[in-house]
């Protein structure tokens, strides 16, 4: 953990109380937690004022959020969104996902075919990676994101995308 995260989370004791809780479980990485506590827990209670004993957040909550994320279950867009349900309103993060609608999918299929159509809807930023502009694969994946509805796992089709466009020519 780097010195600033050190010292966000222990500027309060219930942040440092709910980082030692998650990490004391064994369940989720020390970095997975400290990112959601420095980042948008801290966000959240700067923005409304609320201490964490204000909210309906517990550890048990932040842990399954982290297991989920470190899964891949959950994108960090989709975690951001679960939290702020556990913040408010507590409940099981499984429930929450599926009731948001943010679980990611890893389906190798699902992936491939998202590859495939992308690729032939978007000529000129597969002929500019072609062409070594290996920076337009980003394009491609923001497009293939955007067709999921951000439920896809842009790593896997990152790796779909670049394998597809480095072998068919």
Do not use: W
Not at 30 to 58: C, H, P, R, W
Not at 62 to 77: D, F, I, Q, T
């Amino acid at each position: 953990m780097k010195e600033a995260e050190a010292f966000v989370i222990a500027d309060s004791r219930e942040k440092s109380r709910l980082y030692d809780e998650c990490v004391s479980t064994g369940r989720c990485k020390q970095k997975t937690a400290a990112n959601f506590i420095v980042g948008e827990i801290t966000k959240y209670m700067n923005d409304t004022g609320k201490s964490l004993s204000e909210t309906a957040l517990n550890a048990e909550g932040l842990v399954s959020l982290c297991v989920a994320y470190e899964k891949g279950n959950v994108s960090s867009s989709g975690a951001k969104k679960v939290l702020g349900e556990l913040i408010e309103h507590g409940g099981n993060v499984d429930d929450i996902i599926n009731d948001l609608g943010v679980a990611q999918n890893s389906d190798a299929a699902f992936i491939d075919s998202l590859a495939e159509e992308v690729i032939a809807a978007n000529e000129r930023s597969v002929k500019d990676y072609r062409n070594g502009k290996k920076n337009a694969i980003g394009h491609l994946v923001g497009q293939a994101m955007k067709l999921s509805m951000g439920r896809a796992d842009p790593q896997m089709l990152r790796k779909a995308l670049e394998n597809k466009l480095d072998t068919e020519e």
